[in-house]
């Protein structure tokens, strides 16, 4: 590997001129007005890998294509790596300390919209490849690049794809780099996700708003109502009241228990991130494992009558709550909207009318740390950062992951490169250099584990 690290040590400087250029798309997945810029940025995908000895072409979508790009190697085990050329949407536009698709190198950083989500980190996969071509002349595997256009706009593009071509999407495993380490610098392979399950409820009282000195008292209050439902879905210290909500729920193992102990989370540094006076939830549960490993109950936002400026005297007519819940292992995300759209129901007075969107969700993903693949990506980021990686679950759920542990059979490899501080769908994103550089070394060294 030495002298595969020297050539990516060499070529930093051209690594990052080319990454600027991918970055420079404006390539938002969720503005139609951004639809010519994100098709551009897949087709500058496209030459790209053609220009590296890639077989790389477009798969066109209902949405966004889809790039798709692979190489033979010397042996016939194939890795499939995810990752999206999409992006968030640059706003607010004067939080901007740099122009957001004008990468800036700026204090062992780069900043721009996509640096860390997932330009930056899709990037180090790409030139781990590259390395690997440029140093040995061939690659030590099959290698599929499958490089979704959607994934910030919810698409259903590439899961489309693979469930009608999943026969043909054999592989040893699935690499995914669309994450973070554990802290600033320490590697992390994540081994478990949370399952999500969303809903949107709206009670419906008066034909239109009322007035609440000529009405009130008499006409039932929609936001009182809703109010007064979502309270029954909690208790004060965050359980959720749903009937069997919990019967499936995974116990978490003791080595698991000893690794988080080992994590030394720093509840302080949580409290200054999240401005919150002290961390709250279910009792007799760590940090980590309330975020890691119990499920949830959330109010996303609520609205209806009148916030604006000053005051208005009403009786709304109607009052919703945007709601998601996330599951842990073994929790059945269609059993948990069943039994969700029940207990909402039981939960509705007979005096108001309602809209229940039906509740929809995917399952939780939990990976065991001691299958081989995991092992490959253990060693693999041990030797491009060069130190001991670290074992975590993501409270967050990654859609697409879902669909390819449920049609492929695939196991995943996890290996987040970016940092809770990178600002990843916030004004002034960027990723660290460092963890660049050590992601391309990171990623070639995994191909080698395939050889």
Known sequence: MQEIFRYIDNHEERYL?????FIQFPSVSKHSQRKKATLECAQWLVSHFREMGL???????SGHP???AERKGKSSRR???????DVQPEEPLDLWETPPFEATLKEGFIHARGATDDKGQLFCHIKGVESLLKTEG???????FLIEG????GGSGLKDYIRKEKDNLKGEALVISDGNMYGDSTP???YGLRGIISMELIIKGPRTDLHSGSFGGNVPNPAMVLAKILAQCVDDNGKVLIPGYYDKVKPTAPWELENFRKLAFDETAFIQQTGIKAPHGEEGFSSLERVWNRPTFEINGIYGGYAGEGGKTIIPSYAGAKITLRLVPDQDAQEICLALEGFIKSLIPDYVTYELKRPSGSNPVYIDVHHPALQAGKTALREGFGEEPVYIRE???IPVVKVIWEELQLPIILMGLGTDRDGAHAPNEKFSLSNFMNGIKASASLLKQFK
Not at 55 to 61: F, G, K, M, P, V
Not at 150 to 153: F, N, T
Request: charged fraction near 30%; proline fraction near 3%.
């Open 79 to 85: 890795l499939i790596i995810y990752g999206h050329y």
């Open 138 to 144: 061939e690659l030590p595997c099959d290698v599929l």
């Open 188 to 190: 992390a392979l994540c």
């Open 17 to 21: 001129r080319e990454l600027k250029d």
């Open 55 to 61: 077989d790389s072409q477009l798969i066109e979508t």
């Open 66 to 68: 889809i790039v798709r």
């Open 150 to 153: 959607e994934e910030e706009c």
């Open 395 to 397: 409270g967050g759920s």
